[in-house]
């Protein structure tokens, strides 16, 4: 009967201890997807719920080195060439889709890509483009450009691309 008693108050201690350690860890978890105060929510922008964007555009991709949401040097051309283009079509709605690449766990990656997203629309405004004209969207590690396992294909799916919102 003694030995009952100990062997169910210790299972009893390790469920307590597992569950409590199990909590914390995934408060943690979303805590730090939520304080990222650049992916706040934006409420100028228009809702993607029940339109289609379409993949032919003119638009250029944007692209990100590794962990960062401020764009290449690089891609610096083609959002000025990007801003041209929506200057000259005061219509156009867009939605920014961010991407990156596969490391890193899916929370991160997330926000990641919405910070990246956000980044853009940001230069956009900041040269007098509407914000109710851009949405945003983060697909994270989702929707990788290059299948590849190394640099060069992590490096293109480190990324903004621009679709057109219908």
Not at 126 to 136: E, K, L, P, Q, Y
Request: proline share 2%; net charge positive.
């Amino acid at each position: 009967m003694k030995n009952t008693k100990g062997f169910l108050l210790t299972v009893l201690s390790i469920m307590i201890l597992l569950g409590s350690s199990c909590t914390k860890r995934q408060n943690i978890k979303y805590e730090n997807v939520f304080k990222d105060k650049e992916a706040e929510i934006n409420l100028n922008e228009p809702s993607l719920r029940g339109t289609n964007c379409e993949d032919s555009f003119n638009l250029k991709v944007v692209y990100f080195n590794f962990d960062r949401s401020d764009p290449t040097t690089s891609s610096l051309e083609s959002l000025k060439e990007n801003l041209v283009y929506l200057t000259t079509n005061p219509n156009v709605k867009i939605v920014l889709e961010g991407h990156t690449d596969e490391r890193g766990t899916t929370e991160y990656n997330l926000s990641l890509g919405q910070r990246r997203a956000l980044k853009i629309k940001e230069y956009y405004t900041r040269f007098g483009i509407a914000s109710d004209r851009i949405a945003t969207i983060s697909y994270g590690k989702e929707k990788p450009a290059d299948l590849g396992k190394n640099e060069l294909a992590w490096s293109k799916n480190r990324r903004v691309e621009t679709k057109y919102l219908r």
